[in-house]
């Protein structure tokens, strides 16, 4: 059964500073890999989804990806307060249902 | 942005009470999925239909909850006797085949 597993499990930054997220899972066959951000109380908003080695990119967002390692990151280039909030990771387990992790709570201060 | 739309926002419920919930996928995506997210931000799986058949679902959805997508009508997850832990927020999400799942903003629950 896949593990997901995040760190930290919190994170602040200044604005602008680039912050850093990391996702290991457990199993380096499923298909692929997607960041999501969740405001309080509100819905999931998809980032960035990754299926191959190397590195995707989607505006400030960049996801990469080593299977071999097990492991995605995120990083957010210049960091605003309106990105605080709750960022999680996702393995999609090749049967079409997410394995998510617990999240990172990200606090980008002003 | 997501499109999926999910009713009631908030829902409160005494113990041993009904709690039913309504998904509206995004136009054209077969594929529905139900999701709990708990206060300590875990999610469980719940259950997947494409078009209106399940594909997939966990015990605990197959003896407590019952789930549908009726053509041509919302989705619909429903608790049929509510318990404390069942207290988080429900997370409808859709998607064409194998591709992005979109999530909608959640029915949070409450059982008193």
């Known amino acids: 059964q896949q593990k997901v597993q995040q760190s930290p499990e919190s994170l602040t930054v200044s604005e602008g500073a680039m912050a850093s997220l990391n996702c290991t899972f457990s199993?380096?066959?499923?298909?692929?890999f997607r960041w999501y951000r969740q405001h309080s109380a509100k819905g999931l908003e998809v980032l960035v989804s990754?299926?191959?080695?190397g590195e995707k990119e989607e505006g400030r967002f960049t996801a990469h990806l080593n299977r071999a390692n097990l492991h995605v990151s995120l990083h957010i280039r210049e960091p605003q307060p309106s990105d605080s909030a709750v960022y999680l990771c996702?393995?999609?387990?090749?049967?079409?249902?997410?394995?998510f992790g617990d999240g990172t709570v990200l606090t980008v201060k002003p | 942005n997501s499109k999926v739309i999910q009713t009631p926002r908030y829902l409160v419920k005494g113990q041993g009470q009904k709690a039913k919930m309504r998904c509206i996928p995004e136009?054209?995506?077969?594929?529905v999925f139900w999701y709990q997210q708990n206060k300590n931000n875990e999610f469980k799986f719940l259950i997947n239909f494409q078009n209106q058949e399940v594909l997939q679902q966990i015990d605990m959805t197959e003896k407590r909850f019952s789930a549908e997508c009726p053509s041509n009508s919302p989705c619909s997850l429903e608790i049929q006797s509510s318990e404390a832990g069942d207290s988080a927020l429900y997370l409808c999400?859709?998607?064409?085949?194998?591709?992005?799942?979109?999530f909608g903003p959640g029915t949070r629950l409450t059982v008193l």
């Open positions: 199993d380096g066959t499923s298909n692929n």
């Open positions: 136009k054209g995506h077969p594929v």
């Open positions: 990754i299926f191959s080695d």
């Open positions: 999400a859709s998607s064409l085949p194998s591709y992005e799942q979109y």
């Open positions: 996702a393995v999609d387990t090749n049967t079409g249902k997410l394995t």
